[in-house]
């Protein structure tokens, strides 16, 4: 999926070049909040997301 442009005073919602440095940024600050569900994740392995689900059924079974 094409990623759009932040800026509220353009009437393009494409990226600008100024933008795309920026925007480059953004990605990584959201697959971070994903945590090891998230691409490129260099923190924690990467985990597929039924794997992470079944993890997270099991937590909470645990602490209930």
Excluded: H, T
């Excluded at 005073?9 to 569900?37: A, C, H, Q, T």
Aim: hydrophobic letters at 30%; one cysteine or more; proline letters at 5%.
């Amino acid at each position: 999926m094409d990623r759009i442009s932040y800026k509220e005073d353009n009437e393009s919602i494409e990226l600008g070049e100024e933008e795309k440095e920026e925007d480059l940024k953004r990605v990584e600050e959201e697959l971070e909040v994903l945590g090891p569900i998230g691409f490129n994740n260099a923190n924690e392995p990467y985990v597929k997301f039924p794997e992470a689900i079944s993890q997270i059924d099991l937590m909470c079974k645990d602490l209930c």
